[in-house]
Nanobody, 123 residues
Framework: QVQLVESGGGLVQAGGSLRLSCAAS????????IGWFRQAPGKEREFVAG????????YYGDSVKGRFTISRDNAKNTVNLQMNSLKPEDTAVYYC????????????????WGQGTQVTISS
């Protein structure tokens, strides 16, 4: 069992930065791949970034490539999403999710979800 709690969301102006964190409970966190997703009102959920269990491999969606960076610290059971050069279209609820397929970077069917954190970018 893995419980995920996101934090770090908020309201920032376009061009600004935010750092989201996903804190996990459970001794097996280091065996899970982690993905960040987002969902804006009226839109489908979008996969943003993923990282495999060791942290050596990452993946980014085209909409965030070059602006977002995903990283993890297995000793602290955390995964971070550094978001730079934010745009109004990045506004959404951001979720982290854990997948037991440890070596994937594109998370499609995660086993566990966090509750989400709101990110709002003003123009």
């Amino acid at each position: 069992q893995v419980q995920l709690v996101e934090s770090g969301g908020g309201l920032v102006q376009a061009g600004g930065s935010l750092r989201l964190s996903c804190a996990a409970s459970g001794r097996t966190f280091s065996t899970y791949a982690i993905g960040w997703f987002r969902q804006a009102p009226g839109k489908e959920r979008e996969f943003v970034a993923g990282i495999n269990s060791s942290g050596r491999m990452t993946y980014y969606g085209d909409s965030v490539k070059g602006r977002f960076t995903i990283s993890r610290d297995n000793a602290k059971n955390t995964v971070n999403l550094q978001m730079n050069s934010l745009k109004p279209e990045d506004t959404a609820v951001y979720y982290c999710a854990a997948d037991s397929l440890r070596d994937i970077v594109v998370v499609r069917n995660p086993d566990y979800w966090g509750q989400g954190t709101q990110v709002t970018i003003s123009s």
